[in-house]
C-alpha cells in the first residue's frame, strides 16, 4: 500500500487560509488521493478526492501536483470548527481500502 | 437521510468476555468496512465487504476476530475472548462500491473497553 506524509501538526488563524501539505511519492496511476478529517470524538469524515486534476467542493480545495507525487488541501477560510485531525489517503483504482497514517493535527486559534 | 449507526455507542466487559459490535450501513451502499483505532493512532483497516462476501481480511488481527454481514446489509464484529489490547474504537463504514474513487461514509464508532 502506498503510503503519504504529512506534518504531525499545524496551526492556523480563524478566517485564514490554511494550506495542509500531503507528500505521497510512491504513489500510482490507479491511486485516488483522498482527504479525510476527524473531529475530536467523531468518525472521520470525508473532506475532498481527486485523481490528478484540482478539485474543489464546498469544503475545500485539493490542489495535485503535476508529478502527483505532493498534494495539498487547502481551507479557504478556517474556523474554529476546522480544528481537527486531517488525513491524506491513497485509495487504490480497484478497492477501496483507507490506509490511515497518523494526520496533521490542526488548531485554529481565535 | 440516515447516516451508519452503530451499536452499542460504548460496550465495557471483562477479560476473556465475547463481545458483538453492530453496523448499520447506509441503505444501497454495497460496500461495509470495518476499522479499529486506538488512541492517538489513525484508524487501521479490519475488513471489508462487498455485498454478504468478506472481499478483504487481511487487516483482522489473530482467528478471535470474526465479522459477518449475511444478508448484505447489516454487519456484525464478533470477537471471542477478550484481551485488554482489544479496547479500541471500533469505526465501521460504508460507501456505494468498491471502487478507489467511491466517499466512506463513516458511523461514530463504538468504544469497546475490555477490564
Known amino acids: 500500500d502506498a503510503k503519504t506524509t504529512q506534518p504531525n501538526s499545524m496551526e492556523s488563524n480563524e478566517e485564514e487560509p490554511v494550506h495542509l501539505p500531503c507528500n505521497h511519492s510512491?504513489?500510482?496511476?490507479?491511486?485516488?488521493i483522498h482527504w479525510y478529517r476527524q473531529l475530536p470524538s467523531q468518525g472521520p469524515e470525508y473532506v475532498i478526492h481527486g485523481l490528478t486534476s484540482n478539485v474543489n467542493n464546498r469544503m475545500a480545495s485539493l490542489a495535485i501536483a503535476e508529478d502527483r507525487k505532493s498534494s495539498t488541501l487547502i481551507l479557504h477560510r478556517a474556523t474554529l470548527r476546522d480544528a481537527a485531525v486531517y488525513y491524506c489517503?491513497?485509495?487504490?483504482?480497484?478497492?477501496?481500502?483507507?490506509?490511515f497514517g497518523t494526520g496533521t493535527l490542526l488548531a485554529v486559534q481565535p | 437521510g440516515a447516516g451508519v449507526s452503530q451499536t452499542p455507542s460504548n460496550k465495557v466487559t471483562e477479560k476473556g468476555k465475547y463481545v458483538e459490535l453492530r453496523c448499520d450501513p447506509i441503505?444501497?451502499?454495497?460496500?461495509l468496512y470495518w476499522y479499529r483505532q486506538s488512541l492517538g493512532q489513525g484508524p487501521e483497516f479490519l475488513i471489508y465487504f462487498q455485498g454478504t462476501g468478506a472481499a478483504d481480511d487481511s487487516g483482522l488481527p489473530n482467528d478471535r476476530f470474526f465479522a459477518v454481514r449475511p444478508e448484505g446489509s447489516v454487519s456484525t464484529l464478533k470477537i471471542q475472548r477478550t484481551e485488554r489490547g482489544d479496547s479500541a474504537v471500533y469505526l465501521c463504514?460504508?460507501?456505494?462500491?468498491?471502487?478507489?474513487?467511491?466517499?466512506?461514509?463513516f458511523g461514530p464508532g463504538t468504544r469497546l473497553l475490555v477490564l
Open positions: 489517503i491513497l485509495s487504490r483504482g480497484a478497492t477501496n481500502k483507507l490506509i
Open positions: 510512491t504513489i500510482s496511476g490507479t491511486d485516488y
Open positions: 441503505s444501497g451502499h454495497t460496500a
Open positions: 463504514a460504508s460507501s456505494p462500491g468498491l471502487a478507489g474513487r467511491e466517499t466512506q461514509y
